[in-house]
C-alpha cells in the first residue's frame, strides 16, 4: 500500500469489534493474559459511557477501520466530585500495516482540534515524550498538572489548549 486515502471520522456503535481488532493488532499481549489491555479499557470505557462522543474518532482507509483514538472525561483537581474537566485521550491504536504513513498523527491533529473547538481546556495522555511532542504535549509537571501515578515521569504529558488552563492532580475516568 503506498499511498492511502484516509478518512476520520467520530465512533459510532457497531465500530466496536473493528475498534477492537485495531488495538489487539497495534498492542502486546501482556504475559498470562488473553489480549491487549487496550482491548479490555475501551470496551470498559465504552460500556461506562465514558467515551467522549464526536471527539473519539476512528481513521479509515478504503472503508475499513484501521486506527482508532479514545477520548474520556477526566478532571484536574477534585477528581469527578469537583474538579475541572478535561479529556483523557488514550488508547490510541493504529494498524501496524499503515503505521508510519501519517494514520496517527491526523487523528491527533483531529482529536485536537475538535477539543478545541468544544471548549476543553486541556488534553492529557500516557505516551512517548519524543512522538507526542510534535503535536505540542509537554510533561504535565511542566505546567503544573500532576499525573495520577507518579511514577509515570516524563511519559504522563498534556497539551494546555487555553492559557488559563487548570492545574492539579489528574484523574481519568474510573475504569483506566
Do not use: K, N
Request: proline letters at 9%; charged letters at 20%.
Amino acid at each position: 500500500m503506498d499511498e492511502v486515502t484516509l478518512m476520520l471520522r467520530p465512533e459510532m456503535p457497531g465500530d466496536a469489534e473493528a475498534v477492537a481488532s485495531v488495538h489487539r493488532a497495534a498492542f502486546p499481549v501482556p504475559e498470562g493474559a488473553d489480549e491487549p489491555m487496550e482491548v479490555g479499557l475501551v470496551a470498559a470505557l465504552r460500556d461506562g459511557g465514558h467515551l467522549l462522543e464526536g471527539v473519539t474518532l476512528v481513521a479509515e482507509v478504503d472503508d475499513r477501520v484501521v486506527g482508532h483514538v479514545a477520548c474520556s472525561r477526566g478532571w484536574v483537581g477534585s477528581g469527578s466530585a469537583g474538579g475541572v474537566p478535561a479529556v483523557g485521550i488514550g488508547p490510541i491504536g493504529v494498524l501496524p500495516a499503515v503505521q508510519g504513513r501519517g494514520v496517527g498523527a491526523a487523528l491527533m491533529t483531529t482529536v485536537t482540534r475538535l477539543a478545541t473547538d468544544a471548549g476543553e481546556t486541556l488534553l492529557a495522555l500516557l505516551g512517548d515524550p519524543a512522538w507526542y511532542a510534535r503535536f505540542g504535549y509537554v510533561t504535565s509537571t511542566d505546567v503544573g498538572v500532576e499525573a495520577p501515578d507518579p511514577a509515570w515521569g516524563v511519559h504522563f504529558q498534556v497539551r494546555p489548549l487555553v492559557p488559563d488552563h487548570p492545574t492539579g492532580r489528574f484523574h481519568y475516568a474510573p475504569p483506566f
